[in-house]
């Protein structure tokens, strides 16, 4: 009952966008900064995105800057990623995760974890 869900993911050619979105179940996420992470494979999980409980704050890896833009809705209690310029080495499963605070790109103390999303991006 208690749970993330990540959905919107799918397979893009290079330079195309997707929205991916996570909603809480059971619980609110208002009080939550909200990151979402990614995992390639054969690669360790990499943080890609943080927004602060308000949403005042938001801070992006490197590799994303520009072209990633993370926000969220507490009164519909979700929250979204914005890719744009695909690139293949977006390649991967997308997460979100509820925490306590960002630490740049990172959520932290992370206390509810989505099962992930799937991005492809082909030609």
């Known amino acids: 009952q208690l749970q993330l869900v990540e959905s919107g993911g799918g397979l893009v050619q290079p330079g195309g966008s997707l929205r991916l979105s996570c909603a809480a179940s059971?619980?609110?996420?208002?009080?939550?900064?909200i990151g979402w992470f990614r995992r390639a494979p054969g690669k360790e999980r990499e943080g890609v995105s943080c927004?602060?409980?308000?949403?005042?704050?938001?801070n992006y890896a490197d590799s994303v800057k520009g072209r990633f833009t993370i926000s969220r809705d507490n009164d519909k209690n979700t929250a979204s990623l914005q890719m744009n310029s695909l690139k293949p080495e977006d390649t991967a499963v997308y997460y979100c995760?509820?925490?306590?605070?960002?630490?740049?790109?990172?959520?932290?103390?992370?206390?509810?974890w989505g099962q992930g999303t799937q991005v492809t991006v082909s030609s």
């Open positions: 995760a509820a925490g306590r605070t960002c630490f740049g790109r990172l959520s932290i103390a992370n206390e509810y």
């Open positions: 059971g619980f609110t996420l208002n009080t939550y900064a």
């Open positions: 927004i602060s409980s308000t949403g005042a704050r938001t």
